[in-house]
């Protein structure tokens, strides 16, 4: 039987395998939330590779890994809160995070599609946040798309709550995302 095991992102391979799965995650649950043209010619397997080499370089988020094995199932990217323009998004986007400064933040999560409903995603996101609580912050937040029903009960089961924030998310055409913040206190 395969074995779990944590690992910290922190080569190109590593790298790629958090790409893929954010592409495969982001094709899974966003369809009709996001613009179907974004998915097909951003979403790309590659698409997240310089940012995380960028992250992995310059310290400014760790890159976490659950392998079943030899085989990457779940990923999430964590570390101090965001806060102000996140171009890497939207070149629109602007974070206000004033309220929660010196927190920490579960940036990404996404369970492989095949693999779904197996446990893996809840252990990542302890682990991310035993991470951050060790780290000293007093407190963890998250962005969700509101229509992501399954998400949001999935982290308030982990014991996130809604602050009441939404989070516009411009994307092509006009559209625009709703993201919710869900804090947690620590």
Do not use: K
């Not at 999560?109 to 682990?127: D, K, R, V």
């Amino acid at each position: 039987m395969p074995e779990l095991r944590f690992v910290d992102a922190a080569t190109e391979a590593h790298f790629a395998a958090m790409s893929a799965i954010h592409c495969r995650g982001w094709r899974a649950a966003y369809p009709g939330f996001v613009p179907d043209d974004y998915l097909r010619d951003v979403t790309t397997e590659d698409h997240w590779l310089p940012f995380f080499r960028e992250d992995h370089a310059t310290g400014r988020c760790r890159g976490l890994l659950l392998y079943d094995g030899e085989r990457p199932v779940a990923c999430c990217n964590y570390g101090p809160v965001r806060s102000g323009p996140s171009p890497r998004q939207s070149e629109e986007l602007i974070i206000d995070s004033s309220a929660y400064s010196g927190w920490g933040e579960v940036i990404s999560l996404y369970t492989e599609p095949t693999h779904t409903g197996q446990g893996y995603g809840s252990l990542l996101l302890e682990e991310a946040l035993c991470r951050l609580r060790a780290a000293g912050y007093p407190g963890c937040t998250l962005f969700v798309l509101r229509e992501n029903a399954g998400a949001r009960r999935f982290y308030e089961r982990h014991g996130f709550a809604w602050d009441g924030t939404v989070q516009l998310v411009p994307f092509p055409h006009r559209m625009i995302c709703h993201d919710l913040r869900y804090i947690q206190t620590f």
